[in-house]
Structures are given as structure tokens and as C-alpha cells.
């Protein structure tokens, strides 16, 4: 990887140019959605994204990594520095083949709705796109 990124934490998602949020409740218990959200194939439906591999093997933890290509131009990188089995992940991009980012990073929060049978995902992503204003 050419370009390697500052190592962010949860303070830069209060400091993003760009922080999207969202919020959905899921009909599936945190425990199958957080084995969907740890699987290969989590990114199967987003067109963005036609490569992933985790460059850690199993169980995952903390300073887990896993590559994706983006739009078939940019390859990053991305390390959890969270990693609360069943209940919450956060990853940075640590490292990009092309110059195309100056911060990104995710936050995954899963609480038990229905005594179990359901879920409330929070999801959350910061992002500073390089050049936009403010990054």
C-alpha cells in the first residue's frame, strides 16, 4: 500500500468533514446480524465495493485487518480498533493504493430490542474525502 494513513480514533467522529449516521431496527437477533456484519461477504450488495478479504484469520479481535477495493481504483485497508464480540466494532483506514482519502473510519452498535429476537443497528461513518474542505 503507497499511501498510509494518520491513525484516527473515535474523536474524528466528532471532527469528519462528512459523518453519516443511520439507525434501522432488524428482525434477526444481534448475534446473527453481528455474523453477518463479520462475514465475507457483508459488502456482496454494495457495488462500490468488488473485493474483500480479511488479512486476519479467526476469531476476530482487536487489531483485525481486512482489505477491500473500492470502485475497482482505490485499495484500502482497515484495522479494528474495537471489537466487542456481539455488540460493537470500530475500524480506521490505515492504508490506501491511491491518494483518495484523508480519514475514514466506521462504528458498528448493536442493541437487543424484544428480549433478543430483534436488533437496533447503529451504524456510523466519518469520512474525509482528500481535498474536500476541512479535511
Known amino acids: ?8 480514533d473515535d474523536a474524528f467522529f466528532a471532527t469528519a468533514p462528512l459523518v453519516v449516521p443511520a439507525v434501522v431496527d432488524l ?23 468488488d473485493e474483500l478479504v480479511w488479512l486476519t484469520s479467526r476469531p476476530q479481535t482487536v487489531g483485525a485487518t481486512r482489505r477491500l ?6 485499495t484500502i485497508e482497515e484495522e ?10 470500530t475500524f480506521r483506514v490505515t492504508r490506501q493504493t491511491r491518494p483518495m482519502l484523508e480519514g475514514l473510519a466506521e462504528d ?3 442493541d437487543r430490542l424484544d428480549g433478543g429476537a430483534r436488533t437496533r443497528l447503529t451504524w456510523t461513518m466519518a469520512i474525509a474525502p482528500k ?5
Not at 477495493?69 to 482505490?74: E, I
Not at 481535498?131 to 479535511?135: E, H, K, M, V
Open 69 to 74: 477495493r473500492l470502485f475497482k481504483v482505490n
Open 80 to 89: 479494528f480498533y474495537r471489537w466487542d464480540e456481539g455488540r460493537r466494532a
Open 1 to 8: 500500500m503507497a499511501y498510509k494513513l494518520p491513525l484516527i
Open 108 to 110: 458498528f452498535l448493536l
Open 131 to 135: 481535498g474536500l474542505p476541512g479535511s
Open 27 to 49: 428482525d434477526a437477533p444481534p448475534a446473527r446480524v453481528w455474523e453477518v456484519l463479520g462475514s465475507d461477504e457483508m459488502w456482496s450488495w454494495a457495488p462500490i465495493v
